[in-house]
């Protein structure tokens, strides 16, 4: 019987991971949630750019003295030793606010940040925080998210998203806060260089940055990274038992 060729159906071709541009050799801050105003920093963190009950939100002060915090690489537990944070303990500040009022963006908001069409926000809501970024010091990396704006200047998107050296000339043009669990994973100092670069949700790998507080990522095509991530560990287990199983009945 004759033959024919069936149609070759396209496969569907799956979105690329988008990769952004290093910020190199950046002057560091260190923030903390709670932190209080002092004469080189009047605002409170208390409250965030986003988040009017941040320190609540987060479950208490996050106290930035090294004798009050658990910073351990071998348990990969970095976080303050009086409470379980219920908020992600690894935190910046980048100095831009994409909001200008409770019911608008700024104007250039829709075109300068790479996401902003993709999550499309309701007016007035920002479409920055929670966004993760990568942080590379002394040879390491970490992960953190966006959670509020700083240091000093919160227009600067120039820098932020476009090739621009930092607006803020204070504190050796400090560009970027990081709060005290991204100070003890990279030994990163106030006032020491770091590179940074925004990442997507789906390549951030698991780590201490996805141990306390952190939601499960959803990406545009539905899929719950997190989820994703438990039911391999389930699985791993598994293979575990059922191995440890065999070997005992050989014995």
């Not at 149609?7 to 991971?17: E, L, S």
């Not at 915090?69 to 980048?94: E, G, M, T, V």
């Amino acid at each position: 019987m004759p033959t024919s060729r069936q149609p070759i159906q396209p496969q569907p071709t799956k979105r690329p991971a988008q990769l952004y541009p290093w910020r190199q050799n950046i002057t560091a801050t260190v923030f903390w949630v709670g932190e209080q105003p002092t004469q080189n920093n009047p605002t409170p963190n208390c409250k965030s750019s986003w988040d009017q009950n941040w320190m609540e939100n987060f479950g208490g002060y996050d106290d930035p003295k090294p004798a009050n915090r658990i910073a351990d690489h071998r348990n990969s537990d970095f976080r303050p030793k009086a409470f379980i944070p219920k908020l992600n303990p690894f935190y910046i500040a980048l100095p831009y606010n994409d909001v200008r009022t409770y019911r608008s963006h700024k104007p250039e908001a829709s075109r300068v940040i790479p996401w902003f069409k993709r999550v499309n926000p309701r007016p007035g809501r920002t479409s920055l925080k929670g966004q993760w970024v990568q942080i590379y010091h002394g040879g390491r990396s970490c992960y953190a998210q966006w959670e509020d704006c700083g240091p000093w200047v919160t227009d600067d998107w120039h820098y932020v998203f476009g090739n621009s050296p930092p607006k803020n000339r204070s504190n050796q043009s400090a560009a970027i806060d990081i709060s005290p669990s991204v100070r003890d994973y990279l030994g990163l100092q106030s006032g020491e260089k770091c590179h940074w670069r925004f990442v997507e949700a789906a390549q951030v790998p698991y780590g201490p940055w996805k141990k306390y507080g952190h939601q499960p990522t959803v990406a545009a095509d539905g899929s719950d990274f997190e989820a994703k991530r438990k039911y391999l560990e389930y699985l791993r287990k598994l293979r575990d038992a059922q191995y440890q199983k065999q070997g005992g009945a050989s014995r």
